[in-house]
């Protein structure tokens, strides 16, 4: 692993730790050279979950896109990274038991569901975006629906 300060190829892992609930492994390293330390973590990868989109088209699926698609929902709301990451290790577990193939309309709307349970206003946001509203009055109905 490279140092992400001084760039040397070749650091050492001082501690190791299981995170996420067993899903993770949290490492501290530090870097010989400068002596920096910061921490990595190990993750399961997903790389043969494939996303189905609207379209039709496939494409790997990708854990930094859904998040930052969520942190942008959840730009000055009270959610941290910590309620992201066990939001996305909960449904990641679940899309990997799809045969490898999820729906982008399946992953949109449990992300939906889950950002319901940690914040409304995130949620109408990403809501926003996923079901494509075309008018104010959809946005309104939306909105009503939180109310009810």
């Given at each position: ?13 001082v501690d190791s730790r ?131």
């Amino acid at each position: 692993m490279n140092c992400p300060r001084c760039k040397h190829e070749d650091t050492a892992v001082v501690d190791s730790r299981i995170a996420e609930e067993g899903r993770a492994i949290r490492r501290r390293r530090e870097c010989p050279k400068c002596n920096h330390r910061f921490t990595t973590f190990e993750r399961q990868e997903l790389n043969n979950l494939i996303v189905v989109k609207r379209d039709g088209t496939r494409e790997p699926y990708s854990r930094s896109k859904i998040e930052r698609g969520i942190w942008i929902a959840c730009t000055k709301r009270p959610v941290t990274q910590e309620n992201i990451d066990s939001l996305l290790d909960k449904l990641e577990e679940k899309w990997g038991g799809n045969k490898g193939e999820v729906g982008s309309a399946t992953i949109g709307n449990d992300v939906m569901k889950a950002l319901h349970k940690i914040d409304k206003v995130a949620y109408i946001r990403f809501a926003s975006v996923h079901r494509e509203f075309k008018d104010v009055e959809e946005f309104k109905e939306e909105l009503g629906k939180l109310f009810r």
